[in-house]
């Protein structure tokens, strides 16, 4: 689990990330004028993304949280995804904005997109801090990206390694002899 600090490549920094993110909350706050915003955020990765992020937009929004579970402790996607807890409410009406840390096969996100489409929003997109395109196994395009990374092992800033490292505020690389 101690992965040696010392050797830690840095994807994203703390200042990329803040920039990144108000350029972001800028772009939603103009799309989302006038629609009845609905930020539902993915746990737990992308907890802190979510947090920040929405504090970059100036427009009315809604916050709710869906758990889900793709990786378990695996560095590799199961390739099945869980919903470990839902939200209760109807969409109809809002605006849903799916938010999550990151998307790798994008399973995840196209299994949370077909179930909430289920609870009849007016519209759904997805956002997200990072883009994992070489790693797909499902077509999707999210609609926002924070960033778009080569196929690494990424950690911090919501994302675990082994459940740890979410609260590191910037976003690096481990390696195969972090391992
Ligand atoms: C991670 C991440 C995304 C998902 C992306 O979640 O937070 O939700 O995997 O991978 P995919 O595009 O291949 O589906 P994980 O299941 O590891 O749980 P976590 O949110 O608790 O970190």
């Known amino acids: 689990m101690d992965i040696d600090k010392k050797a830690w490549e840095?994807?994203?920094s703390e200042g990329d990330i803040k920039k990144?993110?108000?350029?972001?909350?800028?772009q939603l706050s103009v799309d989302y004028k006038d629609k009845k915003l609905y930020v539902i955020s993915l746990l737990k990765g992308s907890?802190?993304?979510?947090?920040?992020?929405?504090?970059?937009?100036?427009?009315?929004?809604?916050?709710n949280f869906i758990t889900t579970s793709s990786y378990g402790h695996d560095l590799e996607s199961s390739g099945s995804v869980e919903i470990v807890s839902d939200i209760t409410e109807d969409l109809t009406s809002y605006d849903v904005l799916v938010v999550d840390d990151i998307t790798d096969s994008a399973l995840t996100m196209k299994h949370?997109?077909?179930?909430?489409?289920k609870k009849?929003?007016?519209?759904?997109?997805?956002?997200?801090?990072?883009?994992?395109?070489?790693?797909?196994?499902?077509?999707?395009?999210?609609?926002y990206v924070g960033f778009t990374?080569?196929?690494?092992?990424?950690?911090?800033?919501?994302?675990?390694?082994?459940?740890?490292?979410?609260?590191?505020?910037y976003v690096f690389i481990v390696t195969e002899e972090d391992r």
């Open 10 to 12: 840095i994807l994203c």
């Open 20 to 26: 990144r993110l108000k350029e972001l909350g800028q």
């Open 47 to 63: 907890f802190i993304f979510a947090a920040d992020l929405v504090r970059e937009i100036s427009v009315p929004v809604k916050i």
């Open 112 to 117: 949370v997109m077909e179930h909430l489409n």
């Open 120 to 143: 009849n929003p007016a519209s759904i997109k997805s956002c997200v801090l990072l883009d994992k395109p070489e790693r797909r196994k499902v077509e999707l395009v999210p609609d």
């Open 149 to 169: 990374i080569p196929d690494k092992f990424v950690v911090g800033y919501g994302l675990n390694y082994g459940d740890y490292y979410r609260n590191i505020p």
